[in-house]
């Protein structure tokens, strides 16, 4: 194979691989370059592509939904058999494993990182369950995870505070890549946290028993001193108070798609405002809001309470300052490219 042409395969591999291990779904793959590769150089491919996604290290270890395994493995057949008449028997041994197979009641999706290491998130196999969206995770964690680790610097030997983590692919990265010396996951949703602490322990990190009291004792570390200080704690906007945020000493805020309507934007900028208020003598801990953008009038809401943009200065009830954040170049991880995402750094 030619050079030009093993780079192009390399490429499409990785693709697959990437898609597949974070379950994106079928239709964003690849398929009508795929068919031309394998009428072009034969069923190779195809064993080459069975080997990166079914058959890869992590989804053996950690499946996916079987539904969506079966849907992958019909599609990689039914591609094959649009190129040649002979069957593909390692194709048919993997289907016949995934019909057979049980669906668990958690699916599994993976994230691969520059670093070689990886981040593998159990989560809900639906957008919404128990209530909630926060079991899932969405496309501005992909994309402020994607800012951090190219600009490792913001993390790095800090106390981190995220608001809505949901199922924590933000946070996990960042402790993985960033190296921060704290990190504090929150949300309100008792089945979310749940969810978080299992996804910490089972990407190998430890969970201390109490955010505030690590904070308080940052001498204290029961891991090595490249493994950051890991919490899982509750956090309601609504309920919160500024002694309670300013006990996290937080280094860096962050949180990543958690405007999803008016009621929920305006209970984010009333703790944001908190945070703002508390830190007193502290220096102002830095905050970089990331989100899809859905629903404009949303985006605008969190905005204009926010407080005063460094261009247009108008008074703003919170008294927040914020600038939109460059858009980055790395593209990492698989989420939809026609979906517009940004990044504000509030001035707390």
């Known amino acids: 194979m030619a050079p030009e042409e093993s780079a192009e395969a390399t490429r499409l591999l990785q693709s697959f691989e990437r898609r597949f291990l974070a379950a994106r779904a079928l239709r964003s793959f690849p398929w009508q370059s795929l068919e031309e590769k394998v009428r072009d150089s034969g069923s190779e491919l195809l064993l080459d592509v069975l080997q990166k996604t079914v058959k890869h290290p992590l ?182 108070t500024a002694p309670q945020l300013a006990a996290f000493q937080p280094d860096v805020v962050i949180a990543a798609d958690v405007l999803y309507g008016p009621e929920t934007t305006l209970s984010l900028v009333r703790a944001l405002q908190r945070l703002s208020d508390c830190h007193e003598d502290q220096r102002a801990p830095d905050a970089y809001i990331a989100f899809t953008v859905r629903n404009p009038e949303t985006c605008q809401l969190f905005t204009t309470k926010l407080g005063v943009h460094p261009v247009v200065r108008h008074l703003c009830q919170a008294g927040i300052s914020w600038e939109a954040v460059p858009r980055h170049n790395q593209k990492l991880f698989p989420y939809e490219e026609n979906s517009e995402m940004a990044i504000l750094r509030l001035m707390l």
């Open 59 to 240: 989804c053996v270890k950690h499946p996916p939904s079987v539904k969506y395994a079966r849907g992958f493995l019909s599609e990689l057949i039914r591609r094959h058999e649009a190129v040649h008449e002979e069957p593909l028997d390692e194709l048919y041994e993997a289907m016949a494993e995934a019909l057979t197979a049980e669906e668990p009641t958690r699916c599994h999706r993976s994230y691969l990182l520059p670093s070689g290491d990886s981040v593998t998130l159990s989560e809900s196999p639906a957008i919404i369950s128990y209530g909630t969206t926060g079991l899932v995770t969405w496309n501005a964690a992909l994309y402020l995870a994607e800012w951090a680790i190219e600009n490792p610097e913001a993390f790095t030997h800090r106390t981190v505070l995220e608001l809505g983590s949901g199922a924590g692919l933000t946070g996990l990265a960042i402790c993985k890549v960033c190296h921060p010396r704290a990190y504090v996951f929150s949300d309100c949703h008792s089945h979310v946290l749940e969810q978080l602490r299992g996804n910490v322990l089972l990407n190998g990190l430890l969970l201390e028993p109490d955010a505030t009291s690590t904070a308080q004792h940052p001498g204290h570390n029961t891991q090595n001193s490249e493994s950051p200080r890991v919490t899982v704690a509750r956090l309601d906007w609504d309920t919160v």
